[in-house]
C-alpha cells in the first residue's frame, strides 16, 4: 500500500474515533442534565431487642438529641433503653425532613460542638443530607451498642412518681407496647429527649409555654410542613443554583452549594395565600436528596398548639390543600423549578416551640448574646437568635447573633424531679433564647453529655440537683466529655454591647423582645428616634407588663408630636402621657423630678437636643421600674386606684398660647391636670 493511502486510512480512523469520543461526551452531558433520579441508600434495619423491666436509664424519644443521649450512656457503661412511640429514630430530621443543619461555630469558624453530633456531621458530608443516609447513620449508632435496648412504635409513657426528701423522683415508666399492653419499666435515671419534654410535664415538671415568659402568653412561633419536589433534573438545577448564587440583591440575599439552595425572600413575599391568617410561605431552604427529590423548608402555619392534635391535624390538612397553588406559583416565578412537581410531605410537622421547662438555670437572652461562658458548661451554642413569625404581620426578630455562649448543665436539670434530665429545644431556656439554644448541634451536644451525668450520677450515688452544685463533679463530667469527644474549655470573649453606656436599657429591651440587632448585632443605640417611636415603645411595655393604658392616654399618644424627634421633655411628656397625666414637656420634667423618677445617672440634659435610640431604652427602662413593675393589677384586670399625687413646684411656664400656675403643694390627680392646647 502506498505511504499517501496508509497515511490517509490514519488520519481517517484518527478523525472517526475523535468524533465518537466527542458524540459519547455530549451524549453523556445530555443525559446527565436530563437525568433526575439517583439512587437512595438501602435502609440499614433497626435492632429488636428483649424489653427487660429494669434499666440503670430509660431515654424517651428517638429524637436526635435522645438518640445522643442513649448512645452516650450506652457507652460509659448505663444499661440504658430508648424508647419511642414511632418505628422510625431521627425525629425532626427523619420525619419532620429538617434536613439543613443550623450550623453554630466559634469565632474562628470551628464546629463548636464536636463528639457524637460532630460524627454526624462528617457522616452525612456536610450541613445538608439525605433523609435516608440519616435514618441510616442512627440505626447503625444505635444497634452497635451492646448496653443498649431499643423499643419503637410504642404508646404513652407515664412517669409513676414518690416523694422522698423533699423532691419527686420517677421510679418507673408505664409504657404501653405495640401489641397493646402496658408494661411496667422501673430505671435510676430517665432523660426526656421529647420535643414537647412531655415526660417531665407528667411529671409536675413546672414550665411556660410559648412566648407567655415575655408578656405573650398566646404566641408561639409558626410551624413548617415541608414537602418534596421531583421533576427537577441536574440543568434545572444547575439553573436554580446559578440565580440563587448571582441574583447580588442586597436587599434579597441568597446562595447555594452543590445540594442546597436558599433566598428568593422578596419572591415568596409576593405569594398570596388563600387564608392569610393561617398560612404563608417565606423565602426558599431547598435541599436536595440523593434520589434528585428535592425538600422546601417555607411553608409557614400560623396559631398551630403543638399539644393539640386535632390543631395539628387542621394546619396538615390546610397545608395540603394549599400546596397545589404553591407549586404553581414556584413552577411560574422560581428559576429551575418550571418541571416540578409534587412529590409528597413530611410525616410530621416542624414545631419550632412550645413548652420550655423551669431548670435550675433559665438560659436567658442576654448570657446568650453576651457570649456567657457558665463553670457547668456542657455544651456550646452561636447560632442566631431567630424568633419566627407567630402570625400575618409578624416579620420575625433576628434580635442577635452571639460569638459563643455556654449552655449550663443546670440547664437540663428540671425543678421538682431529682432523677430526670430534660435535652433538647425544652429544656430550662427562656423563649428568647430559644430561638437559638433550640437547633438541633446544641440538643445533641446537651443529649451526649446527659448521657454521661447520668452514668457519673449513678455511679457516685448523687442526685442531679447535688451534682450540679459540687465542682468536683461538673469538673469529672467535663472531662469525660473531652475524653469521648467533646471540647469544654472555658472561653471569654468581648462582647461590644457589654461595654456600652447602654447596656443596662439594651439588655432590659432585649429581655422583652423590643430590641433588634439582626446579624450584625446593630442596635443603632446612637440613632436619634422619635416621640412616636418612643411612645410605641413604651406601650409595647404595658401591655406586656399587663398594663391597661387609660383610653385618653391612648387618644394622646396618638396625636401629641409623633414624627418630632425625641428630647427629655419630650420623653418625660410620653411617660406622663402613659400615666394619663397630660402636662407640658417642661412641666413634666420637673413633675417626675418631684417624684424621684430621674436616677442620679440619668439627669435630664439641654432640651432642645434630641435622645438618641440608646437614651430612650434607658427611659424605657426606669419607666417600666419605676411605674409599671409597681402598679397592683386586681383579678379583673383593671389597675388599682392610687392616692393623689402631690407636687410643689412653685412656678410658671408658657406653653404655646397657655399660661400654666402650679401652686405651692397644689394636689394633682389623674384627668384634672391642666390639658396641654
Known sequence: MRPELRLFKVRLLTISSLLILIIAFVLGIILFFNQETGQEPPLIPLKKSIIARQYDLVVVSGEPEGIAAAVSAARNGLHTLLVDNRTTLGGLMTLGWLNGIDMNYNPRGQILNKGFFLDFYRAMGGDSFDINSAINFFNEAVNREKNLAVLTGAGDVTPLLKKEGGENQITAVNIKLPSGKTMTINALRFIDATQDADLAAAAKVPFTFGQSDYGHPHRLMCSTLIFKLKGVNNADWLLLRLAAKYRHDPDDPSGSSAVTVW???????????????????????????????????????????????????????????????????????????????????????????????????????????????FPDRIAFGSYPVDIQPSGPGDSGNIIGKPEEYAIPFRCLVPHGVDNLLVVGRSASFDSLAAGSARVIPVGMATGQAAGAAAALSIEKRISFPLMSKSPGLIKELQNRLTRQGMDLHPFHLYSVTTQNRYLAGLSFMRRWGLASGGYENDYRLNEEITVGQFASELKDLAEIMGYKLPATAITTLSRERPNKLLTFPLAAATICAMKDYNLPPEIAVRFLEHRGFWPNWLQPKNPDIPLNRGEAYMLAERFTTFYLQATKINQSGENKPRKPLVIDLASTKRTGEQHIQVSSLHSITRNTLTRRG
Do not use: C
Open 263 to 373: 433566598g428568593f425572600n422578596q419572591i415568596m413575599q409576593n405569594y398570596h395565600s388563600s387564608d392569610p391568617s393561617r398560612l404563608a410561605m417565606t423565602g426558599l431552604n431547598l435541599g436536595r436528596q440523593k434520589d434528585g427529590s428535592i425538600l422546601v423548608n417555607a411553608l409557614e402555619l400560623y396559631g398551630v398548639n403543638p399539644l393539640d392534635e386535632q390543631s395539628r391535624k387542621g394546619a396538615r390538612q390546610l397545608a395540603l390543600q394549599e400546596l397545589s397553588r404553591i407549586i404553581k406559583y414556584l413552577r411560574e416565578n422560581i428559576p429551575g423549578l418550571g418541571h416540578a412537581r409534587f412529590a409528597g410531605v413530611a410525616p410530621e410537622l416542624y414545631t419550632r416551640e412550645s413548652r420550655h421547662m423551669e431548670g435550675l438555670y433559665r438560659l436567658t437572652i442576654n448570657d446568650v448574646l453576651d457570649n456567657r461562658d
